[in-house]
T-cell receptor, first 118, second 119 residues
Framework: AQTVTQSQPEMSVQEAETVTLSCTYD???????LFWYKQPPSRQMILVIR??????QNATENRFSVNFQKAAKSFSLKISDSQLGDTAMYFC???????????????FGKGTKLSVKP | DTAVSQTPKYLVTQMGNDKSIKCEQN?????MYWYKQDSKKFLKIMFS???????INETVPNRFSPKSPDKAHLNLHINSLELGDSAVYFC??????????????????FGEGSRLTVL
């Protein structure tokens, strides 16, 4: 069974600074996706960034980037130039990937509550 | 247009009642899901349907019954509501396994959630 662990229940960062959220996972699968989802107070689940396990290059999306260490089963999220709108719960998630598509069962970590302070 | 929409957004009801939450997606996806987020914000899958066929059914009380009339809709009916059913229920959709076309990115698109409070 796959598990996802986020060891930081809460974090805070000053506006414009950089923060890194940690995530580790456990799996015996070799093909999978990893995701970071953001849940602001509005409750909406928003995809922040996605990484395919077979890709060695770390994914980036504007101010968001990941450090994917497959051997260490680590998938941290770096947020650069933090903005007040980044305040949210951040969830790391794992999805097994089968040839021909994914199985769709997102396994979530318990989340990290990030507060960006002015 | 909202990609994945759920109704109602908020639902307050008494123990023992039966209630339904509806979900519709206009993304053309063929796989839909129900996730439950508990009071500690932990998210866990409940059900998944691909082309109206149940493909994931986690350990959920049989008081919960999903129904998919077509691949754009997935409703959740809950019988004999209990206090512990209070949670936020999220519907989601994606391009599922077996899809012959489209981009399979693994990404799930979520609805806004339905907060159920059982008194």
């Amino acid at each position: 069974a796959q598990t996802v662990t986020q060891s930081q229940p809460e974090m805070s960062v000053q506006e414009a600074e950089t923060v890194t959220l940690s995530c580790t996972y456990d799996t015996s699968e070799s093909n999978y996706y990893l995701f970071w989802y953001k849940q602001p107070p509005s409750r909406q689940m928003i995809l922040v960034i996605r990484q395919e396990a077979y890709k060695q290059q770390n994914a980036t999306e504007n101010r968001f980037s990941v450090n994917f260490q497959k051997a260490a089963k680590s998938f941290s999220l770096k947020i650069s130039d933090s903005q007040l709108g980044d305040t949210a719960m951040y969830f790391c998630a794992f999805m097994k990937w089968n040839y021909g598509g994914s199985q769709g069962n997102l396994i979530f970590g318990k989340g990290t509550k990030l507060s960006v302070k002015p | 247009d909202t990609a994945v929409s759920q109704t109602p957004k908020y639902l307050v009801t008494q123990m023992g009642n039966d209630k339904s939450i509806k979900c519709e997606q206009n993304l053309g996806h063929d796989t839909m899901y129900w996730y439950k987020q508990d009071s500690k914000k932990f998210l866990k899958i409940m059900f998944s349907y691909n082309n109206k066929e149940l493909i994931i059914n986690e350990t959920v009380p049989n008081r919960f019954s999903p129904k998919s009339p077509d691949k754009a809709h997935l409703n959740l009916h809950i019988n004999s509501l209990e206090l512990g059913d209070s949670a936020v229920y999220f519907c989601a959709s994606s391009q599922g396994p077996g899809t012959s076309g489209g981009v399979r990115t693994g990404e799930l698109f979520f609805g806004e959630g339905s907060r159920l409070t059982v008194l």
